[in-house]
């Protein structure tokens, strides 16, 4: 079995920053790739940031893209989601998955595992 634990979520105020760390613990590729989604009230849940296992590449979804860094600490087991200049459509729940593939993965179908979600909620 494979754990994922999101945490960092909370509450921001709008312009301000939070950032996500998801550890991974149990069998697992040794560097799996691994992406951050995201699921508003009322809507599906959508992938915004992916890293491949080597933390070499990296993939943003275009309304994150420059706000947003995903990064990964491999000797850590934890990958983190910096997010900057936070707006209130970034509120959501936000969760970490990982593949079976090590390299970078941008469908969601190709995602094995899941977090449980930590909220992100951005007042105006």
């Known amino acids: 079995q494979v754990q994922l634990v999101e945490s960092g979520g909370g509450l921001v105020q709008a312009g301000g920053s939070l950032r996500l760390s998801c550890t991974t613990s149990g069998r697992a590729a040794s560097r799996p790739a691994m992406g951050w989604f995201r699921q508003a009230p009322g809507k599906e849940r959508d992938l915004i940031a992916a890293i491949s296992g080597s933390g070499v590449m990296t993939y943003y979804v275009d309304s994150v893209k420059g706000r947003f860094t995903i990064s990964r600490d491999n000797a850590k087991n934890t990958m983190y989601l910096q997010m900057n200049r936070l707006n209130p459509e970034d509120t959501a729940d936000y969760y970490c998955?990982?593949?079976?593939?090590?390299?970078?993965?941008?469908?969601?179908?190709?995602?094995?595992?899941w977090g449980q979600g930590t909220q992100v909620t951005v007042s105006s």
């Open positions: 998955a990982a593949s079976r593939r090590l390299s970078l993965v941008t469908s969601p179908l190709e995602y094995d595992y």
